[in-house]
Structures are given as C-alpha cells and as structure tokens.
C-alpha cells in the first residue's frame, strides 16, 4: 500500500518524567518519520517543573507537538489516558520518552494495519544499552485469546499501534505503578480483539538506570493485581501466574 493513501491521523502518546536526556532523540524520531499525518502529545508528569522550559522549547519546534501538564504525578498509566481523551486520531501509538522508532515505523504499520483491517498491532524492536548498543532483540508474535498472553506479556510498549475506538471509560490504563500495559492488552483482548505482531525492527527500548532498578516487589506485587483484581482470578492462581510471569522475564534478561 502506498504512503500515499494512508491518510488517517496517527495520535502518539508520550509521558514525560525525568528523561531529559532522551526526550528530543524520542521526538525527532517521530519527526523524521515517512508518514507524517500525526499529531504528539508530550503529558508532563513532574511534580518537579525544573524541566517545563525545555520541553516547552520541544514543544515550539512543530505545531502538530502539544503539551499536557499535570497537576500532579499521576504514573505513566494515568498520564496516557489523559491524552488519550485530548486525541484525534483514528490511531493511537504509544512511545515512552526514552525510546526510539525506525524511520518508517508508522508508515509500515498503518499500512499494514488498513491492508489486513486490523486493529491492534504491535512490532519486533531492539533492546539497547545507554549507548545506543543493541544487547537484544524482541520478536513480535500474534496474540488472539488472552490465554497466549497471561504468561508473558510480550509487548513492547512503544511498538504498539491501535484503534483509537478500542478505547473508552471501561478500556483504558489502570492506575498500576508497573504493568498497567499488561493488563490493557488483556482487557482488549478480553473484548474479542486480534493483536497482531509485526515480525520487523521497527523501534528501540532503552535500557536506563530506572529500568534496572525499578522495586522487585513493586513488579511482583503489580503482577499479582493484574492476575487477581483485574482477572478475577483466585490467590492461589494468582500467585502460580505471578510465578510464571516472573520466570518467563527472567528468561528474558
């Protein structure tokens, strides 16, 4: 399908905390992307506002860029709905302030998107070191029941693409430290919604400092909400998946 005659609105949703030193390599990889109907929304969500006049001067440089402050921290989760209700786009693309896509990431992805009338997609990417060294890579699959994604959540965040009305008041992040990614893909799954996985690189998860060191028990009890309050399922199923989860990461690393 030609770039050409894709046409619809691309929503791209970036939270922004102390990622100073990332953020306009994040931007500019947007910026140089071949499809170029999209609109950015930068959601501020430091308390701290040392940084808000450099992501203003970001913000002046394309007029499609728009900036969303927070009153408060509300975690990634909350921040992305907030923009998520502000949006226009047919599409909605995820992408963290410290990651990086390919020059034709979108352009690839919405055009496979309207090629196969799919609404949910997401794609193969790199895991890279500070220095922009690719240690990894992640390789995107299909997922069509949520029994093939209960055990690993193998979805890069900044990869993603969807639908922007596969999103409402009952489908949306939830106010989860970690894994509030996971439990949305679940909920759309949930719903009847075929994710597909585009076997290609077409973006960069950084590894950082706050990556690395991010609450062990914050993830394990993060893990054990997604199974139990937002699955329903019972504390000792819970528990087994928690378990799992964290064996099937660990084989990750």
């Not at 921040?79 to 963290?96: Q, V, W």
């Not at 914050?218 to 199923?237: E, G, P, T």
Request: proline letters at 1%; one cysteine or more.
């Amino acid at each position: 399908m030609s770039i050409k005659t894709l046409k619809h609105k691309v929503s791209i949703i970036i939270p922004f905390f102390k990622k100073k030193k990332y953020i306009q390599q994040t931007i500019k990889s947007v910026l140089n992307q071949t499809y170029q109907n999209f609109e950015i929304f930068i959601i501020y969500d430091d308390p701290d506002r040392t940084d808000l006049s450099f992501i203003k001067k970001i913000v002046k440089k394309d007029k499609r860029i728009k900036l969303l402050i927070n009153k408060k921290n509300l975690g990634a989760g909350l921040s992305r709905n907030h923009a998520i209700k502000h949006s226009e786009g047919k599409y909605i693309a995820f992408l963290d302030s410290d990651d990086c896509w390919k020059k034709k990431k979108l352009e690839k992805q919405i055009g496979f998107m309207e090629k196969n009338n799919c609404k949910f997609t997401h794609t193969s990417y790199d895991i890279v070191n500070l220095k922009d060294v690719i240690v990894s890579r992640r390789i995107a699959k299909n997922f069509f029941s949520i029994e093939e994604l209960l055990r690993s959540c193998d979805i890069g965040l900044s990869t993603v693409v969807l639908y922007r009305n596969l999103l409402n008041k009952y489908c949306l992040f939830p106010n989860l430290k970690t894994k509030e990614d996971f439990v949305l893909w679940l909920k759309i799954l949930k719903n009847k919604v075929k994710i597909f996985g585009i076997n290609e690189t077409l973006a960069n998860w950084r590894i950082t400092e706050k990556s690395l060191s991010s609450s062990i028990f914050q993830k394990l009890n993060d893990a054990f909400k997604v199974y139990n309050y937002y699955m329903k399922f019972n504390s000792l199923k819970s528990i087994y998946y928690t378990l799992i989860l964290s064996l099937n990461f660990l084989k990750k690393k």
